[in-house]
């Protein structure tokens, strides 16, 4: 009688410990890249989010990732914050607004240097299937598909091939080696390609190179798919992509999920996307484009507004 009495109270303890537990609040240090305003606008959403799911949460911004040695969670915003947090700090991290190859290039570094610990991420790009779903739906009768990749961008181009090749359709994939060959290799895509579609490789695609590429692919009648808002302002045809604002509501429901729990999910591409299409570019450049809601229901799936 006095062990079952023993049992049923310390049964009693452990389910208060339980609730205070999961009664404790979260805190969650934020670590920007930059102070850049696409940072702010991702930070100011994020919060906005974390409101929204009314979890017990409390978020602290830094720049660096030193200050954040007591957090119960890391959110890295952007490749930079990811690099500190991952090397200075021991808290679970969650890296947000980057590139699925970045995550698993900086990934690969650290597990060799460093036990396993809990990292994840929420990619920015978009996964292969939407990007090719969106090009098919986009344009349907252009199927020979043109793609630049540096030597240390991670991309399985045998696999990307066979993917496209299935929907009837070709990929033109050419490595570009150095800075040098950029444009040689360029052309030499254009020459057999329907369209150019952009990847996150800033080896190629940077603020030095862009505006050139847009315009040798302008000149040959090869529109080039961005990765990004700003990629279709600045002269491509069309783009679809995940804004700040929908990588941060996931972001937001993710800790929420994690201040529950204290489990992070697999790395994930955006789940929200939105389309663009830049109709001044299609004119000139002689191209019917298909209303965005008519791309979007063809792709399977709804996204956000678009222009």
Known sequence: MIRQIAILLLSGVVVLMTGWARAETLNVSLVLSDSSPPYRQFAESFNKSLTATKADVAVVESHEAGSATHADLIVAVGMKAMEMTVAQNGAPVLAVMIPDNGYQELMAKVLRQKPARLISAIYMNQPWDRQLAFLRAAFPERRKIGLLHSPGTRIDIAGLSKQIATHGGSLIAQPVQSTEKLFPSLESVLEKSDLLLAIPDSAIYNSGSIRNILLTSYRKSVPLVGLSQ???????????????????????????????NRQLPAPQYPADFTVLMNQQVARSMGIELPLPEKVLSQMGRAGKRER
């Not at 992509?241 to 929420?256: C, I, L, P, Y």
């Open 230 to 260: 700003s990629y279709v302002n600045a002269g491509a045809l069309c783009a679809v992509f995940s804004t700040t604002e929908q990588m941060a509501e996931q972001a937001g429901v993710t800790v929420a999920s994690f201040s529950q």
